[in-house]
């Protein structure tokens, strides 16, 4: 079994709700989830909004393949509503956002799929709640 650490965050609708399902759907499509983060409402980072985001951390465990846990996380995504992806550092309002942060130890680059996520040391709103569930 592979550890996975996604952050997830929501800046539309039932903030609470959305996350509440995200982490369900992660539970239920890619593997058992093993540890959760409490709930961070923060700032948009990298573009301008009038909503709040609402960010959490959570770790799984997967026997899948880290472009599997991608597709299973994209396909969440859009089960929650999510029509766009951020390209090219443009950023939008979003039901959902599902990041794989990290996956055991691997570094992987690939053109859609990079581990470690390379900027989730410049985010807060990812550092905070995953530094809650790596000191469990």
Request: with cysteine; net charge negative; glycine share 4%.
């Amino acid at each position: 079994m592979h550890e996975v650490y996604f952050s997830i965050g929501t800046n539309i609708g039932d903030r609470e709700a959305n996350l509440q399902r995200a982490i369900m759907l992660i539970d239920e499509k890619i593997g058992a989830v093993t540890r959760q983060s409490s709930f961070h409402d923060t700032e948009p980072w990298g573009f301008r909004s009038n909503n709040r985001f609402l960010n959490a951390a959570v770790c799984c465990l997967t026997d899948k393949s880290p472009h599997e846990v991608l597709h299973i996380c994209q396909e969440i995504e859009r089960m929650l509503g999510r029509t766009k992806k951020s390209v090219n550092g443009e950023y939008h309002d979003r039901p959902i956002d599902i990041d794989i942060l990290l996956y055991d130890d691997i570094v992987l680059d690939t053109p859609d799929l990079k581990i470690p996520h390379p900027l989730m040391k410049e985010r807060n709103f990812v550092m905070l709640p995953l530094s809650e569930i790596l000191s469990l």
